[in-house]
Every structure is written in structure tokens, then in C-alpha cells.
């Protein structure tokens, strides 16, 4: 890849929204794993890096994942699914209630979501497996060879984008950041 990684900061985080639909263009393996990279890179509590990530291109595979997804349509046509999986083994801390193991894989993911956009592609989170079937979500790790004791955090949808989505609204800053005390808001 390494042509966009100098795409400026702040123009990625810009340019990233949920995509859902996609051209029929294929994605390199050397682009997937860009984005691995980034996620690599990511934070996690003492260093356990307790993410782990299946990349399925596999059509039959894709529309397995886009069954169990609450139906999600858009999922079918994307051109690789990348599996976020926290691993509770390789957490920092098993036993503890805090779940940082799946914090730390989300974080983990944003990285690879972020590295997506800054190489052109279009992503979704997807976080709905379908949880009232737990058959799903079994069928899902079987065929994916998910050990017990991982758990699936998120797909993400890959593909170049073939849409281009409506601006969305985003709470004031006013709302979300505050100065020295919760409620008081924050202004520079
Ligand atoms: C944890 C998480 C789960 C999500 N799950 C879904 C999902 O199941 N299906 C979907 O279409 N979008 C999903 N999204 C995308 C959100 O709807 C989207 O991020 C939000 O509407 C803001 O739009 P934007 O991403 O374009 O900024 C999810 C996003 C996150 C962060």
C-alpha cells in the first residue's frame, strides 16, 4: 500500500462513515493486512493485545455471516469480513468483571476501521449478531473454528464504496465535552 499512509489525520477520521454498499472490486490481501498493522499497533491493558481477527472472503462464508446478522442485506455483498474476536485466554486479567479484553479489541478494531478508510475502502461495524439465536452465534464460531473462550466483538463489512451517505448529526461539543466537572461544558 503505503500510498495513502500520509493521509492527513484528521482528514480520515473525516472521511470514515458506515458504508454499505460496495463496487464488485476485490480487496488485496496486502491492503487487508495494512490494516491488520494498524490494529497491531493499538492500546491494551498491560499490553495483553487480547484481539484476534478472522479475514473471511469467502463467499458462502459472507453470506453465513450476513444470515446471523439480524438479516442485515449489505453484509452479503461486502468483499471481506473481518471478525473482531477478544480472546478472554489472553486477557490481562481473566476472571476480572471489567471485560477489558473486549475494550482493548474494540479500540484494536477502530485502528483497522481508520486504516480502511485511509487506504479507500468503505467498512461497517456490525456488532448485531443475532443474540436471541445462540444456535447463530455457535454455527458462526464453529465455522469460523472460534475457540471457547472467545468471544465475537464486531464484523466489519469491507469493500470500495459505492455510496456516498448523507451527512449525520453529531451532538455539540458542548454536549460532550465538559470542563473540570461532569455537565459543565467545555469551550477553548
Ligand atoms: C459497535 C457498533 C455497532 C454497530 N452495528 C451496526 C450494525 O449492526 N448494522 C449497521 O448497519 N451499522 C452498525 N453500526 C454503524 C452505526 O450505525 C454508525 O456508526 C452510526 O450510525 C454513525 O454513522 P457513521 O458511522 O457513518 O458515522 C455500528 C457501529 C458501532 C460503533
Avoid at 479500540?107 to 436471541?132: F, K, N, P, Q
Wanted: proline share 5%.
Amino acid at each position: 500500500m503505503k500510498e495513502k499512509q500520509l493521509e492527513n489525520f484528521f482528514d480520515v477520521v473525516t472521511k470514515r462513515r458506515s458504508i454499505r454498499k460496495y463496487k464488485d472490486i476485490e480487496i488485496p490481501d496486502e491492503h487487508i493486512q495494512t490494516m491488520l498493522e494498524a490494529a497491531q499497533l493499538a492500546p491494551s491493558t498491560n499490553n495483553s493485545q487480547p484481539w484476534r481477527y478472522v479475514v473471511v472472503k469467502e463467499p458462502e462464508t459472507i453470506k453465513l455471516l450476513s444470515l446471523v446478522a439480524g438479516r442485515q442485506k449489505f453484509i452479503a455483498n461486502a468483499k471481506a469480513i473481518i471478525i473482531a474476536v477478544a480472546n478472554r485466554a489472553a486477557s490481562c486479567c481473566p476472571g476480572n468483571p471489567s471485560m477489558w479484553y473486549v475494550q482493548d479489541t474494540m479500540i484494536a478494531t477502530e485502528h483497522l476501521v481508520l486504516a480502511a478508510t485511509a487506504l479507500g475502502y468503505g467498512s461497517c461495524w456490525v456488532a448485531m449478531l443475532d443474540s436471541r439465536n445462540s444456535q447463530n452465534i455457535v454455527a458462526v464460531k464453529e465455522a469460523l473454528r472460534i475457540p471457547e473462550g472467545a468471544d465475537i466483538v464486531a464484523l466489519v463489512t469491507l469493500g470500495v464504496p459505492d455510496e456516498v451517505p448523507s451527512p449525520r448529526s453529531t451532538l455539540e461539543l458542548n454536549e460532550i465535552g465538559f470542563s473540570e466537572a461532569y455537565g459543565f461544558s467545555w469551550s477553548a
